[in-house]
């Protein structure tokens, strides 16, 4: 959509002469100024003014002494030392130089096949005859020249030259490295993208509906800020969206800026961090710098925990850490907004309980928005957007694939459309049917399936297991529908029950979360009543029964023995549990520690006393996974002989 500031016909009632004469139809645009280019800037820069003679006059006087310095050597040729002893014998000498043991003289005759009468020669260290009486009688001009000295400037320039050459380089590179700019180290990495040509709009967003109603202001400052300034109010400064991994906190950022019509620079924290300390505070820097110039602008700074974790919280070295530093100029920048630049800063963050206090006060990250898990409504909606240029089938509902996808963000739900494409392109379907979603949804829930050939006892056993799980699944008031049950090896699971709620949940009830303990432990308990022993297929099972109880003593306050208190470190910080576990007393500890084995005991049991009463039940499930291998939600209530009770979400009572 073009952009309406930029068109050429001036609009009803506007004032031509308030517009620049380029902007008033008829009349033609300046021609634009020919920018140099960075090499041309910088030949300017080194060689323009009184300072490029001075150079120009420094390398001419060295180029002329150094010339002056290399003299051309005479022609001379080399003869061994016993040819000139015997021309020396035989009186074909007729002068001679000595400069230490070599010798330089004229011939009195060329020697045969030679031109010039100049030669050259080395006396051998082992020669012990009587040179020098020799020459005296032939009459021969004896010359001795004393060794050459090279002039004090070249002694200097060769002596010290390169030695102050390194320390020159040297104080170089200090520099550009404190400063950042070596080899573009300091220049931002962000990405930019132009609100025109990669525009992305709040239609492209879908399922965060409250988080963008809360930047939905901001995204009306930067489109009319007049509108605001006029009544004495500022832009905030700075926007923080937190939210689970895949919630869209960068779609949402990227929608902000193409409402609004500006640049925006997107990056992630950890780019600002390199080994060499400061590089991050000037790329932060010249960040700010890029946006302040191309205002109003929007900075995205994903994964803001990268550098925003709280300081002298550990793993670095004081005020002289790279990341410390970095963050202390994200802080400078910020509090150097007058509110006048039209630039603002979203930042994104899975764990904003970690971030530094500094961030969060009033005048840097004004504004707090969390993205949340989108609802089944959102999820229809995110459905709906995602699919827009796929071909579906009839059968295809995407409201049925919301409510049978609780938990599941934006990401999630993209890629399980995807999925759902490449399975369909895979079976040449010219549309993606329910059968691909189907297929899809097991493959990113439940793992892909793997081909092992199992033997019959351990389909059987396996069986056991799964069969466990779903029976009392469906014998368990309150507890999640049993979705589907499969032995096929998927993921690192021998066999998997799927079981999901009909609505979404916001909270757990004690006895929910009871009935999922028991759930969970049916698969072990059903192999203990069928073989009398247990198998490590319920590791996963035990994990999460064990999570499940600490939690509900040690954090939700459901143990009469411990009470209404929370014992465990909060959520974002579970690698203070020992330090959090140190400070209660050791009767607190021991009470904790056998309230989490009594309520997996007592659900063991009771999962036991269930399947013992239910065998015939667990038997025939049994029966059809080994022929079928993989039972729906239909199949496996009616072979259970259990109805299918639609669970509807608990209205909580008043208080």
């Known amino acids: ?23 008033v139809e008829g009349s033609r645009a300046p021609e634009p100024k020919h920018e140099p280019g960075p090499w041309s800037r910088r030949f300017r820069r080194v060689f323009g003014g009184r300072r490029g003679w001075i150079v120009v006059f420094v390398l001419f006087i060295l180029n002329w002494y150094l010339a002056a310095q290399v003299r051309q050597p005479e022609e001379r040729v080399g003869v061994p030392y016993s040819v000139f002893r015997d021309q020396l014998v035989d009186g074909n000498v007729k002068a001679v130089s000595t400069v230490g043991d070599s010798f330089e003289g004229t011939f009195k005759h060329a020697l045969p096949g030679q031109v010039l009468t100049e030669f050259t020669t080395a006396r051998p260290s082992i020669s012990d005859d009587e040179l020098t009486s ?63 040509t990669q525009r992305t709009t709040f239609a492209d967003v879908a399922g965060v509906e409250e988080a963008q109603l809360e930047v939905s202001e901001i995204v009306d400052f930067l489109a009319a800020p007049e509108k605001y300034r006029r009544l004495g109010a ?60 191309e205002a109003p602008a929007i900075i995205f700074i994903d994964e803001l925990d990268a550098v925003g974790r709280a300081r002298g919280s550990g793993g670095g070295f004081g005020g002289s ?91 999630d739900l993209r890629n399980l459309i995807n999925e759902a494409a490449l399975t369909a392109a895979r079976h040449d379907r010219a549309e993606v049917t329910a059968e691909d979603f189907t297929e899809a949804f097991g493959k990113v829930i439940l793992g892909a399936e793997r081909k092992l050939m199992l033997t019959e006892a351990d389909k059987r056993q396996t069986a056991y297991h799964e069969a466990g799980h779903a029976l009392i699944g469906m014998l368990t008031p309150g507890a999640d529908p049993v979705r589907k049950i499969s032995i096929v090896p998927r993921g690192r699971a021998l066999g998997v029950t799927l079981q999901s709620p009909e609505a979404d949940r916001y909270g757990f009830s004690r006895d929910y979360l009871l009935g999922r303990v ?138």
């Not at 959509?1 to 902007?23: H, I, L, Q, V, Y």
């Open 321 to 411: 850490d790279e990341r410390e530093q970095t963050l202390n100029q994200i802080l400078t920048e910020m509090d150097g907004f007058s509110g006048a630049e039209g630039v603002i800063v979203i930042a994104s963050t899975n764990r904003p309980e970690i971030l530094d206090p500094a961030l969060l006060r009033p005048g840097r990250f004004d504004r707090q928005v969390v993205v949340n898990p989108p609802d089944q409504r959102g999820r229809r909606a995110i459905l709906g957007v995602h699919t827009r240029g796929i071909p579906l089938a009839g059968d295809v509902d995407l409201g049925t694939i919301a409510s049978t996808t609780p938990g599941m963000v934006g990401a």
């Open 134 to 196: 020799i020459l005296l009688k032939q009459h021969v001009v004896i010359d001795a020249k004393p060794p050459p000295q090279r002039p004090l400037l070249t002694t200097i320039l060769v002596g010290l030259g390169p030695t102050v050459l390194l320390v020159v380089v040297m104080i170089w590179l200090f520099r550009r490295v404190t400063s950042g700019s070596i080899g573009g180290l300091g220049r931002s990495k962000a990405r930019r993208y132009e609100p025109t």
């Open 518 to 655: 028991v759930g969970l432990l049916g698969g072990r308990a059903a192999e203990e009543l069928v073989y009398g022993e247990y198998t490590s297929g319920a590791e996963n099972d035990l994990e999460v029964v064990t999570a499940i109880a600490r939690l509900m003593v040690g954090r939700w306050g459901m143990s009469d023995a411990i009470g209404p208190i929370s014992i465990l470190p909060p959520i974002g910080q579970e690698g203070a549990a020992a330090a959090a576990m140190s400070i209660l007393s050791d009767e607190t500890r021991e009470r904790f520690d056998s309230e989490v084995r009594r309520i997996v005991d007592d659900g063991y049991a009771q999962a036991l006393e269930i399947l013992r009463a239910h065998r015939g039940q667990l038997d025939a499930l049994v029966d059809a996974l080994l022929e079928d291998e993989t039972l729906d939600e239909v199949d496996a209530y009616r072979i259970a002989g259990v109805n299918r009770v639609p669970v509807a979400s608990p209205e909580p009572e008043p208080a």
């Open 1 to 23: 959509m073009a952009d309406e500031r930029r068109t050429e016909r001036p609009a009803d009632g506007e004032d031509t002469n308030s517009r620049p004469p380029w902007k």
């Open 234 to 293: 500022s832009m905030p400064r700075g926007v923080l969206l937190s939210g689970l991994p895949g919630t869209g906190k960068t779609l949402l950022a990227r929608a902000m800026a193409g409402e609004a019509g500006v640049p925006f620079f997107s990056l992630s924290a950890s780019e600002f961090v390199e080994m060499v300390v400061g590089v991050g505070a000037s790329r932060v820097r010249d960040l700010f710098e890029q946006a302040k110039k």
